[in-house]
């Protein structure tokens, strides 16, 4: 079973800030890694896809790189509505994972 | 633009089963994608239930599998979960997802639905 750690658990900055928020896999993933954005009462929203790719309608400002066992996703400068919970996740061959989350809140 | 709906009882009893069913629109449920089911216990992350083809391929978390099904009508452009023998534990936002062929992502969410697991 392939589990994916996320970290930090939260992260605390002020709006127009630079955001790095790390995944890392118990075992190789290739570049089948994907970011989700959730706000309360919300469903999760695809963001990054294949590690690296922008899903559809998503802002240039945010980028996820990475591929083996470290990812990261990375907001360029955070914007009020950024402030969310994100996580990662793993599918590939049917072994669906999901991080345990990292909580972005506005300092 | 694709939508999913997830409909079915908000509430069920111990030791019953679960069902719920997730109504597609906007594109065919056989054109070629996989369909998902997710839940998110109150206050916790998600855990991937189970995903199926329109063909009616299915794979199952293998710690729910012995507990979980799943179908596909495509005349009603729909799909469905059962998860059998519930307890409290199982009381969750059950969310109906499409599926990428590839990589597995889910690229659109129904907006949720929740379940209680309560007598």
């Known amino acids: 079973e392939i589990v994916l750690t996320q970290s930090p658990a939260t992260l605390s900055l002020p709006p127009g800030e630079r955001a790095t928020l790390s995944c890392r896999a118990s075992q190789s993933v290739s570049s089948y890694l994907a970011w989700y954005q959730q706000k309360p009462g919300q469903a999760p929203r695809l963001l990054i896809y294949?590690?690296?790719d922008r899903a559809t309608g998503i802002p240039a400002r945010f980028s996820g790189s990475g591929s083996g066992t470290d990812f990261t996703l990375t907001i360029s400068s955070l914007e009020p509505e950024d402030f969310a919970v994100y996580y990662c996740h793993h599918g590939n061959n049917w072994r669906n994972t999901f991080g345990q989350g990292t909580k972005l809140e506005i300092k | 633009q694709v939508q999913l709906q997830e409909s079915g009882p908000g509430l069920v009893k111990p030791s019953e089963t679960l069902s719920l069913t997730c109504t597609v629109s906007?594109?065919?449920?056989?054109?070629?994608?996989?369909w998902g089911w997710i839940r998110q216990p109150p206050g916790k992350g998600l855990e991937w239930i189970g995903s199926m083809y329109h063909s009616g391929s299915t794979y199952y978390n293998p710690s729910l599998k012995s507990r979980v099904s799943m179908s596909i009508d495509t005349s009603k452009n729909q799909f469905s979960l059962k998860l059998s023998s519930v307890t409290a534990a199982d009381t969750a936002v059950f969310y109906c997802?499409?599926?990428?062929?590839?990589?597995?992502?889910?690229?659109?969410w129904g907006k949720g639905t929740t379940v209680t697991v309560s007598s």
């Open positions: 294949d590690a690296s």
């Open positions: 997802a499409r599926v990428g062929v590839v990589s597995r992502y889910m690229d659109v």
């Open positions: 906007g594109d065919s449920i056989s054109r070629g994608y996989y």
